[in-house]
């Protein structure tokens, strides 16, 4: 009875070591990759963008409003310049995000949205006016700016230029 159950014993142990090892061996295959790297604009970089926005708006004698989100949505730097209308922070927000979620500019989810090819920022309640840019870096999008007033787009992209010395681009496509 000793040897059958040191037989039984062995016997379950060689079966339960071949299947960690083969375990193991589907796991040496490559392995999925769980994390990602991103690249998160800073708050001094955010801040520098507002100011290079800024200095835009003045040069070209016009008051601006300005967001400022990361990849995630998150708002990161809002400004408004002396003389900006009381709802300005609110409708670059919200023009910051929409660029954020369509990936494009917001001048071009306009057209779309004008055009009637695709109503959907119009129920899910974005705001497709122009004036917002999505800030893409190495294909990566890493955050958008959005500009109430005058030439927003213009504004968001001087900023970006003069900010990320034009190494960042405007469009995820």
Same mark, same amino acid.
């Given at each position: 009875m000793k040897k059958l159950l040191s037989i039984s014993?062995?016997? /379950?142990?060689? $079966? @339960?070591?071949? @299947?960690?090892?083969?375990?193991?061996q589907v796991r040496s295959e490559p392995a999925m990759q769980a994390t990602r790297d991103?690249?998160?604009?800073?708050?001094?970089?955010?801040?520098?963008?507002?100011?290079?926005? $800024?200095?835009?708006?003045e040069q070209n004698k016009q008051t601006v409003a300005m967001a400022i989100l990361d990849w995630g949505g998150n708002l990161i730097e809002s400004h408004a310049m002396e003389g900006a209308?009381?709802?300005?922070?609110?409708?670059?927000? @919200?023009?910051?995000?929409?660029? @954020?979620?369509?990936?494009?500019? $917001?001048?071009?989810?306009?057209?779309? &949205?004008r055009s009637g090819e695709n109503?959907?920022? $119009? /129920?899910?309640h974005d705001f497709p006016q122009p004036g917002a840019l999505p800030i893409? &870096?190495?294909?990566q999008v890493v955050g958008a700016m959005g500009v109430s007033g005058a030439d927003g787009e213009k504004c968001a992209q001087a900023a970006i230029d003069a900010v990320f010395k034009k190494q960042a681009t405007t469009s995820a496509r």
């Open positions: 014993g062995m016997v /379950f142990g060689l $079966t @339960l070591s071949s @299947l960690v090892q083969s375990h193991a991103i690249k998160v604009i800073s708050s001094a970089g955010a801040r520098a963008l507002a100011d290079a926005c $800024t200095a835009w708006a209308p009381m709802n300005a922070i609110d409708t670059a927000l @919200l023009k910051a995000k929409s660029a @954020l979620r369509w990936r494009r500019p $917001t001048s071009e989810t306009n057209k779309m &949205v109503l959907a920022p $119009t /129920f899910m893409v &870096v190495n294909g």
